[in-house]
Structures are given as structure tokens and as C-alpha cells.
């Protein structure tokens, strides 16, 4: 099993253009989230889907967009990229809710000039 | 609103040496405790997780970590550090409502270990 993967690992992008983050697991999970980590500032969620066919915000939205396109795969969208958004993003799943274990995706690092 | 609080940034001990990182939650009730270590370039793997029941948990790696309510407080410790246990290590916390398991972390503490 791949686990939790994410394309691509590293994205260079210039302010105004638009990208989208991929990620999609082979473990069931029912429910995926998305995170920005910043130095200094730990892990902020910025989307998630606690099952397919829902998403909901989480703490820093703005500038962003999600797709659970199926149980499987949850991308992360910038519509207008900004240096604000340079940031490492991680994607991860879980089974479901009520505290279990999330599994972490190894990364996409997002350079915004 | 949940909140986590790590109050060390960065800490150095030497290999052999006993470790605790602090942590701190802000929750209306018991919620859900994990520890998470990331090493340079790579994602989150779960040392430890606190449910329920007994409030001293064991992990991985040697790992272990104390849940106590009065205090607040999940510290993580190790009575003995190896060189290769140099990373990131961020707690977290969720809460017990909800469909999600919202994770909101704390700002992590960075282990150096000196041979």
C-alpha cells in the first residue's frame, strides 16, 4: 500500500497563476484534511472532508478550494496564487472522525514569487 | 476553541540524557492527545495518542507520554534519547464532537541531540 500521496513535491509558482494540489490514499479513510505548516506556527487546518461528498472549512480557508472527487482523492486548489501562500501543504486521512489517528502525506513544498 | 501550547521552541540534550517536551491543551472538556514527530523533509508519523482509561500512554520508539487533567497538561517524555530521535515534535489535540477528528496543533519543539 502507497498510504497517503501527494503531487507534487515541489511547485514553483508566480503570484496570480493558478494550481491545484493532488492527494489520494489507499487506506479507506472516510475522512481527508488539508494543512498549511508555516516556520514557527505548527500545522493550520485549511479544509477538510469528514466523508465523500462533504467538505467543510477549517481555520485558514481563504484563497482556497477543495474537491473530494471520490473516497480516495481530495485536492487542494489555489485559484490566484499568492506569496502569502508559500507554505508546505500535507494532506491526510483518517478513518473517520471522534479522534482517530490521522496519516500524514509526505508533502508538497509551494514556493509563490 | 481548542488550543495547544508547546512553550519550548528548541531543546538540546546529549545522547543517553532523559527527555520531556511540554504540552499544554486548552479544551472544554477531555479531548483526544496525540504526539506527532516529523523529521527534516518528511511528514508526521504518530508516536502516541491518549483516548481514554489509563493516563499514562506508551508509544512508539521508546516514547511515552502522561495525560494529566489537572494540569492540563501531555508531556512526552523518553529516559533515553539516541541520536536518531533529532526532529520536530508537535502535539496535538482533537476534539470528542463532531464526524472529523479535527486536529489543531501546537507550534512543535525541535530536538537536537549532541553524541
Known amino acids: 500500500n502507497a498510504g497517503v500521496t501527494q503531487t507534487p513535491k515541489f511547485q514553483v509558482l508566480k503570484t496570480g497563476q493558478s494550481m491545484t494540489l493532488q492527494c489520494a490514499q489507499d487506506m479507506n479513510h472516510n475522512s481527508m484534511y488539508w494543512y498549511r505548516q508555516d516556520p514557527g506556527m505548527g500545522l493550520r487546518l485549511i479544509y477538510y472532508s469528514a466523508s465523500e461528498g462533504t467538505t467543510d472549512k477549517g481555520e485558514v480557508p481563504n484563497g482556497y478550494n477543495v474537491s473530494r472527487l471520490n473516497k480516495r482523492e481530495f485536492s487542494l486548489r489555489l485559484e490566484s496564487a499568492a506569496p502569502s501562500q508559500t507554505s508546505v501543504y500535507f494532506c491526510a486521512g483518517s478513518r473517520r472522525g471522534g479522534g482517530e489517528t490521522q496519516y500524514f502525506g509526505p508533502g508538497t513544498r509551494l514556493l509563490v514569487l | 476553541a481548542q488550543s495547544v501550547t508547546q512553550p519550548d521552541i528548541h531543546i538540546t540534550v546529549s545522547e543517553g540524557a532523559s527527555l520531556e517536551l511540554r504540552c499544554n491543551y486548552s479544551y472544554g472538556a477531555t479531548p483526544y492527545l496525540f504526539w506527532y514527530v516529523q523529521s527534516p523533509g518528511q511528514g508526521l508519523q504518530l508516536l502516541l495518542k491518549?483516548?481514554?482509561?489509563?493516563?499514562l500512554v506508551q508509544g512508539i520508539k521508546g516514547f511515552e507520554a502522561e495525560f494529566k487533567r489537572s494540569q492540563s497538561s501531555f508531556n512526552l517524555r523518553k529516559p533515553s534519547v539516541h541520536w536518531s530521535d533529532a526532529a520536530e515534535y508537535f502535539c496535538a489535540v482533537a476534539g470528542r464532537t463532531g464526524t472529523a477528528s479535527k486536529l489543531t496543533f501546537g507550534t512543535g519543539t525541535r530536538l537536537q541531540v549532541t553524541l
Open positions: 491518549y483516548f481514554s482509561g489509563d493516563t
